[in-house]
């Protein structure tokens, strides 16, 4: 997923030499700029243009207006938009106010976490789902260096490597490397969904146990997202890399793992719940060293180049070498899809356990059904025969992206438009998409704030084409050429078995939300077993 953690120089980074077989992780001594922006040198955004506007497109009639918004004065004006996102405001009011302000869903905006991480840290937002999509139009936007933002993290974090993250589709090596993903997903899919129900029959066991010797001790509370990490992670490594991580020197230390490597590479975008100075200061206005996780990262790494000798060997039929290749397999598997399906399965039972009793009834009866009259078996044609249960996985998408942002910085001039006006972009100028309001735009989804279990369903299929959290709409497919999640099916297969496991096993359930750094956090305070 897209987390997605997604979806944020060091730029033309590329090793040509010959590299050493070794599951040591690799250290590259290369002299860099210090890490700010993902720009390059010729990727300034230009002075406001005194050239004649540009030619209205054919399809448009709405009228091209200015860009509201502007960027203050250089250095105070960023720190001013950074402070008023993390504390002043907050995320979702820092771009409401704006719109109120501006009265548009286009603007110029600062994005954090400008000085002294991001040297440039100038965006336009787009913030409708008319607009957004313009984010995915690789004739457009370019996509090099932007994964986390307006930053890029050290490549110290990842071998030395830009991961496949960071590639734009016209690089060279972003072809091959989403091919290997997509042959590891090809070569393991038999494996998906009896590891799944292996892992998670193992995590719902022990969140069953929790329970009931907390109860004893009055304590009434279990956390979800503990049990569902571990699940999460001993289920990635069995399916696609052939291998039960807890019989490894790795243990049961992966999820905790990522989490601090993760941890470093986003904190310029996170807040930890420090005081405000203390926080700003150490992770908002200088980025936190690779050093502190290396060790972290290279236990990640030596499990998965011992566990993963069928897709390395495969990597080197097609010109990747082995650590290259490893380094893109520790990022997908961990921070993609670990990361995303950290946010999106506690997301998953929030929005459900929101819904009561009545939605957790129509779940259970479908599901059941639908297993029943296969024998008992799940399998591919066994989920579509749930249609809600597939439609509250995609309403989780909508309402809650795992992955909230997006960038593209563009390639030409070129007229965007939103729902009542048309702006002018200028080559350079980096586009920035915040998603949940896009994917909550009142004037494509009808009572869009709200959590609609059947949404999607019949008819409201049409509507997925809203549905963006893969970088890119529900309805288009992952593509060499395109920068859409290689895993997009993988992430909605496993959210749709993890509402069936739950739900065949579960008729209704209590639960407590708070807020975490990433996503939310879960406490399950009751679970009832399954009556029939």
């Known amino acids: 997923m897209a987390l997605p953690f997604s979806t944020h120089s060091l730029p033309h980074l590329q090793i040509h030499h010959s590299l050493p077989r070794s599951p040591k992780l690799l250290s590259r001594r290369h002299v860099s700029p210090p890490i700010t922006a993902s720009i390059s040198q010729n990727a300034n955004i230009p002075p406001p243009s005194t050239t004649a506007p540009l030619p209205r497109p054919a399809s448009t009639t709405l009228p091209i207006k200015p860009l509201p918004g502007d960027y203050g004065l250089p250095f105070f004006g960023p720190i001013q938009d950074r402070n008023d996102y993390f504390y002043n405001q907050g995320r979702d009011d820092f771009f409401k106010s704006r719109v109120e302000k501006y009265k548009s869903t286009v603007f110029r905006t600062n994005m954090p976490p400008g000085p002294f991480i991001a040297s440039d840290p100038r965006v336009i937002a787009l913030l409708d789902a008319k607009c957004f999509p313009v984010l995915f139009d690789m004739s457009k936007v370019e996509k090099k260096d932007l994964f986390t933002g ?11 490597y830009r991961i496949l993250a960071y590639l734009d589709p016209a690089e060279p090596s972003h072809a091959k490397l989403k091919q290997l993903l997509f042959f590891l997903l090809k070569s393991r899919r038999d494996r998906v969904i009896p590891e799944f129900r292996s892992c998670f029959a193992d995590s719902f066991n022990s969140l069953e146990s929790e329970l009931k010797s907390k109860k004893k001790a009055s304590l009434f509370v279990v956390s979800l997202n503990d ?5 999460s992670f001993n289920f990635l490594a069995r399916a696609l890399c052939g291998k039960n991580p807890v019989t490894t020197e790795l243990g049961t230390e992966g999820p905790s793992l990522i989490q601090k490597w993760v941890g470093v590479q986003l904190a310029p975008v996170l ?6 100075f203390i926080e700003d200061l150490l992770i908002h206005t200088f980025s936190l060293p690779s050093f502190l996780v290396q060790k972290d990262y290279q236990r990640l790494y030596n499990f998965f180049y011992e566990s993963s000798t069928f897709f390395l060997d495969e990597a080197e039929k097609t010109g990747v070498s082995r650590e290259e290749a490893c380094h893109n397999l520790v990022f997908a598997t961990c921070f993609n899809s670990f990361g995303g399906m950290k946010i999106l399965f506690p997301s998953i039972i929030k929005w459900v356990g929101s819904a009561g009793p009545e939605l957790h009834a129509r779940l259970a009866k479908e599901i059941r059904s639908a297993v029943k009259s296969n024998g008992g078996n799940i399998s ?9 249960a597939q439609s509250v996985v995609y309403e989780t998408l909508r309402i809650e992206p795992p992955v909230a942002s997006q960038y593209g910085r563009a390639k030409k001039d070129f007229v965007v438009e939103s729902h009542d006006s048309a ?4 080559k350079g100028e980096m586009l920035f998409g915040f998603q949940p309001f896009a994917t909550k735009d009142g004037r494509i989804f009808e009572n869009s704030e709200e959590f609609v279990a059947d949404r999607f369903v019949g008819e409201g299929e049409k509507l997925l084409k809203y549905v963006l959290w893969s970088n890119g709409p529900e309805t288009d497919t992952p593509a060499v050429g395109n920068k859409q999640c290689a895993g997009k099916d993988f992430v909605v297969l496993t959210a749709r078995l993890f509402l069936t ?3 065949l096993r579960y008729d209704t359930f209590e639960i407590e939300v708070g807020e975490a750094v990433i996503g939310s956090t879960v406490t399950v305070t009751s679970l009832t077993k399954a009556s029939s």
């Open 150 to 160: 307006t930053y890029k993290p050290s490549s110290n974090l990842t071998g030395g």
């Open 227 to 231: 049990a569902t990490d571990q699940a």
């Open 271 to 276: 807040t930890l719940g420090l005081p405000k």
């Open 380 to 388: 591919m044609a066994v989920l579509e025969q749930m249609p809600v």
């Open 423 to 426: 702006f002018e972009i200028k």
């Open 501 to 503: 496991e739950f739900f």
